[in-house]
C-alpha cells in the first residue's frame, strides 16, 4: 500500500481508531454506523430535521395525533367555560356536548366555520379567537414542512448487494454495480471510492482513495459498473481475500449527480466489507435491444458467473 501514498489521508472524519473487528463505519442503505450520546436534552431535540427526515405514514401520523390533542384540549376549555357560550348546541349528555364542542373546535382550528355554533361572551369569544390564530400558524407550518418534504432531492440509488474481484483487461479490478431505478434524470454523476483499512499490529486505520477507470459519466440512463483496476499502483495489488479480512477492508462508495426533475444535487453512499466481495465473477450483461429501444434489467443488478482471475 505504500505505492499510493499520495493519496492516503488520516482520516476522512469517520474516526482512525479501529473499535472492533469488523467494525462498518457506513451502512448499507448509506447511514453512518456511529451513534453520538450523552448530549444535553435540549441540544439534541430538532424538531425540523426530525419531521423532514421521518417516514411518510409518522408524519401523518403526528399530524393526526397533534389534530385531535388540540381539539380535545380546547374542548375541554370550552367545556370549562360552559357549553352554554356556545351558540346552538343540542347535546344533552355530557359526552354528547363534549362532541360539540370538539367539532366547534376543528372548525375553528380551521377556520372554517359553518356558522351553526358560534362563540358568545368574552370568555369563549378569546378562546376561539386564540385557537384561530393558533390554528393558521399551525397549518402554515404543516404546508411548509410538507412542501420541505417533497422538495427535498432524494435518490433511489440502487447498489449491487455484493462487490467483485473480476478479470479487467490483462489484470483485475475490483467492481460493483450500480442503478438509478426512477424515471427521473440524472446528469453529470460522479463516484468515488474509499478504502478502509486496519494497519498491521495496530487499533488505527489508514483511508485511501481508489483511482477508477471512470469516475464521471454525463448521463446515467443505463447501469454502471464501477471499476477499480487493480494494477501496481493500486492499494490493494498483491492482496488476498484473506488479506482483505485480516485488514477488515470497508469500501466506501459515493455518488453525487444533478437530478433535472429538481434541480438539486443528490447524493447517495454505501460500503462494502470482505464479505460482500465475490472473488473470480464477474456481473452478467443485462441490457437487450427489443423493439428500436434498450432495456435494462434492473432486477438482475446482483446476477454474476464464475470467471478465471488474471
Given at each position: 500500500m505504500a505505492k499510493q501514498k499520495k493519496d492516503k489521508f488520516n482520516d476522512f472524519g469517520l474516526?482512525?481508531?479501529?473499535?472492533?473487528?469488523?467494525?462498518?463505519?457506513?451502512?448499507?442503505?448509506?447511514?453512518?454506523?456511529?451513534?453520538?450520546?450523552n448530549i444535553p436534552f435540549f441540544e439534541r431535540l430538532s424538531f425540523f430535521h426530525s419531521l423532514v427526515t421521518m417516514s411518510w405514514s409518522k408524519f401523518f401520523l403526528l399530524i393526526l395525533v397533534g389534530y385531535f390533542i388540540v381539539n380535545t384540549f380546547f374542548a375541554l376549555i370550552y367545556g370549562f367555560i360552559g357549553i352554554e357560550n356556545l351558540?346552538?348546541?343540542e347535546g344533552l349528555s355530557p359526552f354528547e356536548q363534549f362532541m360539540e364542542a370538539f367539532f366547534f373546535s376543528a372548525q375553528t382550528v380551521t377556520t372554517l366555520g359553518y356558522g351553526r355554533v358560534a362563540p358568545i361572551g368574552l370568555p369563549a369569544n378569546i378562546v376561539a379567537a386564540i385557537e384561530s390564530m393558533l390554528g393558521l400558524l399551525s397549518f402554515a407550518l404543516a404546508t411548509g414542512l410538507l412542501?420541505?418534504?417533497f422538495s427535498k432531492p432524494q435518490s433511489k440509488i440502487r447498489y449491487s448487494n455484493k462487490a467483485i474481484i473480476a478479470p479487467?483487461?490483462?489484470?483485475?479490478?475490483?467492481m460493483f454495480r450500480v442503478v438509478n431505478p426512477q424515471k427521473n434524470e440524472l446528469l453529470e454523476?460522479?463516484?468515488?471510492?474509499?478504502?478502509?483499512?486496519k494497519r498491521d499490529n495496530s487499533d488505527l486505520r489508514d483511508f485511501y482513495v481508489l483511482d477508477l477507470e471512470r469516475s464521471s459519466v454525463r448521463f446515467f440512463p443505463s447501469m454502471w459498473t464501477v471499476v477499480h483496476p487493480i494494477d501496481d499502483s493500486s492499494p490493494l495489488f498483491g492482496l488476498t481475500e484473506e488479506d482483505f479480512f485480516k485488514k477488515d477492508f470497508e469500501f466506501i462508495a459515493m455518488l453525487k449527480a444533478f437530478d433535472e426533475s429538481s434541480g438539486q444535487m443528490v447524493y447517495s453512499r454505501s460500503s462494502y466489507k470482505p464479505s460482500e466481495i465475490a472473488w473470480g465473477q464477474k456481473f452478467i450483461y443485462v441490457a437487450k435491444r427489443e423493439n428500436g429501444k434498450t432495456l435494462v434489467d434492473v432486477s438482475r443488478i446482483n446476477e454474476c458467473e464464475k470467471a478465471e482471475l488474471n
Open positions: 474516526g482512525e481508531k479501529s473499535s472492533s473487528e469488523g467494525f462498518r463505519a457506513l451502512n448499507k442503505d448509506g447511514s453512518f454506523n456511529i451513534e453520538k450520546i351558540t346552538h348546541t412542501y420541505g418534504r479487467y483487461k490483462d489484470i483485475n479490478g475490483f454523476v460522479e463516484v468515488n471510492v474509499s478504502i478502509s483499512a
